[in-house]
Each structure stands twice: as C-alpha cells, then as structure tokens.
C-alpha cells in the first residue's frame, strides 16, 4: 500500500451483474449530512477489482451519510443504455467505531445494495 492510500472508515465495490465482472471505472463521492445540507467527504474511482478503498476519511462520527454513483458514466463507456445516471445511496453510521462496507450491485435497469463487512 503507498503511504498516500489509507482505508477509509467507509468503503465500497461495485459489480456489474450484467457482465459477472467487477464494475471498474465508476466514479462515487462520499458526503456527510449536516445542519446546512449534504459536505462532501471524499470521492475516489473504482479500481480493477470493482473498490474504493480511500474513499472518504479514515474515521466518521454517527450520522447520515449518502454515496453517490455515477452508474451514467460508466455504462455510457461501455455503449450500454441504462435506466438509472445515477445511484444515491444513503445510510446511518450508527456505531462510529464499527468499518460500512456499502456494496453496490448493478446492472443496466436495476440495482441492488446491502450493508456488507
């Protein structure tokens, strides 16, 4: 690992259903709710492997937080028409010493998500 990667206390992986394969290339941001609205934490690309493992700080307090993906940009690389531009998905961290792996499954006119490990 370079000493510039760190493991965010928040990850995620993407997987194309469509294909079976790891969804590399899929741009998602990571943002925090506050009193004001929605502060981005962090943002990253998924690697080979379908993961962002830097994608947002290392440490978060409880609170709502909400990753973003750009599933129009992704499918749009591949020629592939989809329903969905975007995916928005929000959650609790509940437990800020615990790791949220948020996993995303996609395909061109579905998604599926659980709170993974």
């Known amino acids: 690992m370079i000493a510039s990667q760190h493991r ?3 990850t995620t992986h993407v997987l194309d259903t469509g294909t079976g394969r790891p969804a590399s290339g ?3 941001t ?3 709710k506050t009193a004001t609205g929605w502060q981005e ?10 993961r962002i493992g830097g994608l947002g700080p290392t440490q978060v307090e409880t ?4 990753i973003t993906f750009d599933t129009g940009a992704y499918f749009g690389s591949k020629g592939t028409e989809t329903f969905f531009p975007e995916v928005v998905l929000g959650f609790t961290v509940a437990d800020a010493t615990e790791h949220y792996h948020v996993p995303l499954l996609i395909s061109p006119f579905a998604y599926s998500t659980y709170r993974g490990s």
């Open 8 to 10: 965010s206390h928040i």
């Open 26 to 28: 899929v741009r998602a």
């Open 30 to 32: 990571l943002e925090a």
């Open 41 to 50: 934490l962090g943002s990253g690309t998924t690697d080979g492997d379908g």
């Open 63 to 66: 609170g709502q937080y909400r």
